[in-house]
């Protein structure tokens, strides 16, 4: 597996050891004791979760201000731009954001640390994406920056037109307006 760190250091790109022939392909997505050599991380994941969604789908940018979830998230099928911000006040890179392609041929996964921010654009037909989390799923926990605020400045790569948003998205505030974390 090889990793390298972002713009933003806690932020890292997971490339997995891929083994293939014209039959196909074979490369181990997650190994506990590998995954902590290689990032010294130690988190235990305690949830899996399995999203499709279409062409120009934004989701995000997601949060929760208790129970913080660490991801490391991957696709499966198709492929998305994929967006971590720093929401850790106390940071050199607060307010900052990264964004990676994430796809079903380049096989890359992100590790979003807890106290970020996290959301993606799908940007091929449809895009199937998974992620582990460090802590479970906390409803009333959950936070959601506005995918287009200004004073973060995230370029999304959108094709033609605004993108397409769940409700809640539609409700995400500014950084200066967010709860945030120390």
Known sequence: ??????????????????????????????????????????????QDNHSRSARNVLRGIHFQIQQPQGKL???????????AVDLRKSSPTFGRWVGIELSESNHRQLWVP????????????????????????????????????????????LQGGEPSLSGKDRLGVGLDKAELFE
Not at 73 to 83: C, E, K, L, P, W
Not at 127 to 148: G, I, M, Q, S, V
């Open 1 to 46: 597996m090889k990793v390298t760190a972002t713009s933003i250091p806690d932020v890292l790109i997971i490339e997995p050891k891929v083994f293939g022939d014209e039959r196909g392909f074979f490369f181990e997505s997650f190994n506990e004791r590998a995954f902590e050599q290689a990032t010294g991380l130690k988190h235990r994941f305690v």
């Open 73 to 83: 998230v991957r696709v499966v099928r198709g492929a998305v731009f994929d967006v």
């Open 114 to 157: 807890p106290g970020f921010g996290h959301g993606f654009l799908v940007t091929s037909e449809s895009a199937e994406f998974l992620y582990k989390t460090t802590d479970y799923y906390a409803p009333e926990h959950e936070r959601c920056l506005a995918w287009n605020d200004p004073s973060v400045g995230i370029e999304w790569p």
